[in-house]
């Protein structure tokens, strides 16, 4: 088992990059999710080629970064997709995923999410839980993220999230309100596990 931090959404890179600074993932959870990669890896190159000359959110250096401390199966995905979208960039091949492309990417988006962050699929638990205390919930890991795991700060979560929606803005007043307070434990497994299913139902 290795420690992992995610950002699901990058999906791209490594598994650095696929789940929470406090969860480690199997050799066997890994290697599976490298498989659903490599299945897509031409429609992800093309829109991450896109990103980085149209959005121009995202340089590939940002994302040869994401790709650093990767176990042996994601190198070999890694310098794969990285080469793709260098290619695709040089020779223009950005242009919009068609609708079955982005339903493509979608579904393996999923699949990942089901592997790595398991309560992402129990729709029983989600709909037990409210957002009030999914947004507790997701402070109280944000909190500890800030001051123990030392790997953010509270001003760069407000740049990242903070003004893009009323609830964001929400859990950074927690967030600072947590850290206030000293109330930055880790989340328990079960807590966790539950911070997934909140994820999947809220986001």
């Known amino acids: 088992m290795r420690k992992i931090i995610l950002i699901l959404v990058?999906?791209?890179?490594?598994?650095?990059?696929?789940?929470?600074?406090?969860?480690?993932?199997?050799?066997?959870?890994?290697?599976?999710v490298v498989a659903i990669r490599m299945r897509v890896l031409d429609i992800s190159a093309r829109y991450w080629a896109r990103r980085i000359m149209i959005t121009k959110d995202t340089t590939v250096a940002q994302l040869d970064d994401n790709s650093q401390d990767a176990s042996e199966e994601e190198t070999?995905?890694?310098?794969?997709?990285?080469?793709?979208?260098?290619?695709?960039?040089?020779?223009?091949?950005?242009?919009?995923?068609?609708?079955?492309?982005?339903?493509?990417?979608?579904?393996?988006?999923?699949?990942?999410?089901?592997?790595?962050?398991?309560?992402?699929?129990?729709?029983?638990?989600q709909a037990e839980l409210t957002d009030e205390y999914c947004l507790n919930l997701d402070a109280r890991y944000w909190a500890w993220r800030v001051v123990v795991d030392d790997d953010t700060t509270v001003e760069e979560l407000y740049k990242n999230w903070g003004k893009s929606t009323p609830r964001n803005k929400k859990i950074i007043g927690l967030i600072k309100e947590n850290i206030k307070n000293k109330n930055t434990k880790p989340l328990s497994e079960t807590e966790l596990y539950t911070k997934d299913a909140c994820i999947a139902k809220y986001k």
């Open 10 to 32: 990058v999906f791209a890179v490594c598994l650095a990059n696929v789940a929470y600074a406090q969860r480690a993932v199997s050799s066997e959870d890994i290697k599976k």
């Open 76 to 125: 070999v995905y890694n310098e794969k997709f990285i080469r793709q979208i260098k290619e695709n960039i040089k020779n223009g091949n950005y242009a919009p995923l068609t609708k079955e492309e982005e339903e493509k990417l979608n579904d393996a988006r999923l699949e990942i999410r089901s592997i790595v962050m398991p309560g992402t699929a129990d729709k029983a638990l």
